[in-house]
């Protein structure tokens, strides 16, 4: 196998583990609403969203912990910094309703 080949095999398996449209619908919905209107989340994902790796995968079922990575990564690349990465910024975000709030602060 050449470097170009062995290059496109690790890519391919870069992209099927970290892509960020590997996270199930279920999970984009959730932030969606979470992101437009600050709506409350499961467990599963406050824990992604705070950073709390080790609460997120004792919280998550058969279906999310199997996606983990890619959820992490959909927040990472998808959910603004403001809205991620520790329980007051997360918490923050919902008592301001989301991009609603953060809107009408301007």
């Not at 590997?22 to 467990?43: F, N, Q, R, W």
């Amino acid at each position: 196998m050449g470097d170009n080949e062995l290059l496109d095999v690790m890519r391919a398996e870069h992209d099927a583990i970290f892509n960020a449209d590997h996270a199930p619908d279920t999970i984009k919905e959730s932030l969606k609403l979470y992101v437009d209107h600050g709506t409350p989340t499961s467990d599963f994902l406050y824990a992604c969203l705070t950073n709390d790796l080790f609460g997120a995968v004792k919280r998550a079922d058969a279906q999310h912990g199997n996606k983990l990575c890619a959820i992490v990564s959909y927040i990472y690349n998808r959910i603004p910094a403001q809205a991620q990465g520790s329980r007051e910024k997360v918490e923050r975000w919902m008592d301001h309703t989301g991009m609603e709030g953060y809107r009408d602060l301007g």
